[in-house]
């Protein structure tokens, strides 16, 4: 079945560590997505990729990094700059096309908590 | 800036009708969506609109009304698996895709 897979789904970082988080789709979508969720709150877009070798940052971009080397796969690093980096994150894919109905598709996210 | 509300909780008992509100503030926006989201799970889609009106998706309805930057999700027969965070979200153009901007969400409590 075609899906989106994000893994770990549980994550500690230790102060200072670097931390990349997993997300892997075979739904032949172009556009990815990483959003941050915090406690009784909405989704926060902090980077997205319209095509492969290309991203675009979100609303909360500071302190993470992104690659898109393959059409597969959107990793997110949680650099040691982000100071409150505690949070619910999910991956998304849509198939991209612009002004169209193109609902997201997301993963079953990944928890991230400071040791 | 660009930012949704919603209200924060709803209770209603099963069998019922509750509508969520949500209304909006930005430009550019070329539809609104709607996602469910059950404790700690993925978000799924439920419906969108790009027009004015009432869309219906069994259960579901939504509405938008692009002059008063508003819209709404109707759930009718409601049932205790429909206690979930409902999320309305603006489809805003990002270039050469679309983006989400999502609101605050609302709490559904489906009491028996």
């Known amino acids: 079945d075609g899906g989106i897979t994000q893994s770990p789904k549980y994550l500690f970082r230790k102060e200072g560590q670097n931390v990349t988080l997993s997300c892997e789709q075979n739904?032949?979508?172009?556009?990815m997505y990483w959003y941050r969720q915090d406690p009784g709150q909405g989704l926060r877009l902090i980077y997205y990729s319209q095509i492969v070798n290309d991203f675009q940052k979100g609303d909360i971009a500071e302190g993470y990094s992104v690659s898109r080397e393959k059409k597969e796969s959107f990793p997110l690093t949680v650099t040691s700059a982000q100071k409150n980096p505690t949070a619910f994150y999910l991956c998304a894919s849509s198939t991209g096309t612009v002004i169209s109905n193109q609902p997201q598709h997301f993963g079953d996210g990944t928890r991230l908590s400071i040791l | 800036g660009q930012s949704l509300e919603q209200p924060s909780e709803v209770t209603a008992v099963e069998g019922a009708i509750v509508q969520i509100n949500c209304t909006y503030q930005t430009s550019g926006f070329y539809g609104l969506s709607w996602y469910q989201q059950h404790d700690g799970g993925a978000p799924t889609f439920l419906s969108y609109n790009a027009l004015d009106g009432l869309e219906e998706t069994g259960r579901f309805s939504s509405f938008l009304s692009r002059s008063d930057s508003y819209g709404y999700l109707l759930l009718q027969e409601l049932q205790m698996k429909d206690s979930a965070s409902y999320f309305c979200a603006g489809v805003n153009y990002g270039g050469a895709t679309n983006k989400l901007i999502f609101g605050t969400g609302t709490l559904l409590a489906v009491q028996p």
């Open positions: 739904l032949n979508h172009d556009a």
